[in-house]
């Protein structure tokens, strides 16, 4: 029996990749300068590829944190939410966790983005838990830009998921993961149950070996 539903959020959940769209959203409000929108498109191409440097994609993508409060950084990743990401949720996503939640299981985001803006999508679909990165806060309350622990990608993401399980005292085998990208392979792989979702070839081609479900939620 699946008691934990832990999922994906980028090309899973939502129908885009959200850290592309929060430098758009701070590129289109004048925060952030035109040119971030084709680095955070160049780091998401290495992102797909699996060859992301990491330190540096955490140095340009929460630049904008530093300096600021947990409260204030709350405020513009809301409105940035409400114009941007909301219209990105997919519906089908909505409608197979009100499923989920209707057995009595527990469920969970788990997103390398930053648990700042991926709250609002977890609270959105009405889920569980938040599992994502998290970022670092001074003694004085204000954001420094670096991570705390374990960036959530890959292998990190696996790490959270096993965690999260633990903490509520749910087997491996008891967890049902979800995911649309080569990057997930190493958490669909250690769940109980594993399900591909509207997936990129190379991930479609794994879950057909390896008889992982696949689920169509893309917008046509």
């Known amino acids: 029996m699946i008691k934990l539903h832990v999922f994906d959020m980028d090309g899973t959940l939502v129908d885009n990749d959200c850290d592309v769209l929060w430098k758009k959203f701070l590129v289109d409000s004048g925060i952030a300068p035109k040119e971030d929108r084709e680095k955070s498109l160049k780091y998401y191409a290495d992102y797909t590829a699996g060859v992301l440097d990491v ?81 670092e806060l001074s003694p004085e309350g204000r954001f420094t830009g670096r991570v705390v622990g374990e960036y959530a990608l890959g292998k990190g993401k696996v790490a959270n998921m096993l965690r999260v399980a633990g903490e509520l005292g749910i087997r491996p085998e008891e967890v049902a993961a979800y995911g649309d990208s080569v990057n997930d392979i190493p958490l669909l792989a250690a769940a109980g149950e594993a399900y591909a979702i509207s997936p990129v070839a190379a991930l479609r081609r794994e879950a057909e070996k390896r008889n992982w479900h696949i689920l169509e939620w893309a917008a046509r």
């Open 55 to 135: 330190d540096a994609f955490v140095r340009f993508q929460h630049r904008e944190f530093v300096g600021h409060t947990l409260d204030e950084m709350k405020e513009l990743c809301g409105r940035c939410f409400e114009t941007t990401l909301k219209a990105n949720c997919r519906p089908r996503a909505a409608e197979w966790i009100r499923k989920v939640k209707a057995t009595g299981a527990k469920t969970v985001l788990l997103s390398g983005t930053n648990t700042v803006i991926s709250d609002f999508i977890r609270a959105h679909f009405g889920l569980d838990i938040v599992c994502g990165t998290q970022l």
